[in-house]
């Protein structure tokens, strides 16, 4: 059973860095070969995907955050991560880590940017 922690989110101003990371477990295959994704729910809204990093080292990003965030893996670690460089307010919300072809979700992680 696929297991996601997310981790590192908190207050911070607008203008500012937070780095996001994300613990993964339970992989029925090794975990370099899964495509990875953060999405985001900001209070009253859908969720929506964020960034992606496919297996093989591709990124995509959501046009209101690519520029400033950036996201990675570590298959040592079996981490994800995710930083966010020059904050903004609309970036307040839960951010979830998953691994598309699994469905999985972990309990996400509270972002607010806020002054």
């Known amino acids: 059973q696929v297991q996601l922690v997310e981790s590192g989110g908190g207050l911070v101003q607008p203008g500012g860095s937070l780095r996001l990371s994300c613990a993964a477990s339970g992989f029925k295959y090794i975990f370099s070969t899964y495509n990875m994704a953060w999405s985001r729910q900001a209070p009253g809204k859908q969720r929506e995907l964020v960034a992606f990093?496919?297996?093989?080292?591709?990124?995509n990003y959501t046009n209101s955050v690519r520029g400033r965030f950036t996201i990675s893996k570590d298959t040592e670690k079996n981490t994800v991560y995710l930083q966010m460089e020059r904050l903004k307010s609309e970036a307040t919300a839960v951010y979830y880590c998953?691994?598309?072809?699994?469905?999985?979700w972990g309990p996400g992680t509270q972002v607010i940017v806020s002054s």
């Open positions: 990093a496919t297996w093989d080292g591709h990124r």
């Open positions: 998953t691994p598309p072809a699994t469905g999985s």
